[in-house]
């Protein structure tokens, strides 16, 4: 189970997650092990309507799914998730998030939280959870999926990622 919920900002001893500009930062959060045993970092990108949104990390570029479409920017434009804290993922059934996943943002008075769900045999993809759906970017559009993993905070011992 997690831990206590969690708005995404600086990181304090209450509130681990923080973004890095343009860097992979050494406690980056890990959202899956590829199968190359690269790991896909979470990231996020400012979109035209001044929100910002959760994707994923990817050979030096975040992409993220935004209007049916896939965004794809340069590490460089991106910030990158880290945490101070172990978090780690539970399954999620009927779009019901649990208290303690954490907050990715808000758009339109509507919280996102952090998700990674299983794409065809591509294995995991990273996006947000956004009414009880997770988005995701993927071969240059958005996809959308009800059966996804929310991220929270563990308490105790390290978490390893998904596995792809």
């Known amino acids: ?22 860097a992979v930062p050494a406690n980056a959060v890990v959202a ?29 570029n975040c992409y993220v799914g935004y209007e049916g479409k896939e965004i794809k920017m340069p590490l460089k434009d991106a910030e990158v998730l880290a945490s101070s804290a172990p978090t780690g993922w539970a399954d999620v059934k009927g779009g019901k998030v649990p208290a303690g996943a954490l907050k990715a943002g808000v758009i339109k008075g509507v919280a996102m939280h952090f998700c990674v769900a299983k794409h065809e045999d591509k294995g995991f993809q990273a996006g947000k959870v956004y009414k ?19 991220m929270g905070l563990k ?10």
């Open 32 to 60: 899956v092990v590829m199968k190359d045993k690269i790991p896909m970092h979470i990231c996020r990108l400012p979109m035209a309507d001044k929100t910002l949104h959760p994707g994923k990390l990817v050979n030096g």
């Open 132 to 150: 009880g759906n997770c988005y995701y970017g993927y071969g240059g559009k958005e996809i959308k999926t009800p059966e996804i993993k929310l």
């Open 155 to 164: 308490k105790g011992a390290a978490v390893a990622p998904a596995k792809k």
């Open 1 to 22: 189970s997690f831990g206590m919920m969690v708005v995404v900002g600086n990181a304090t001893a209450d509130e681990p997650l923080s973004w890095s500009k343009g």
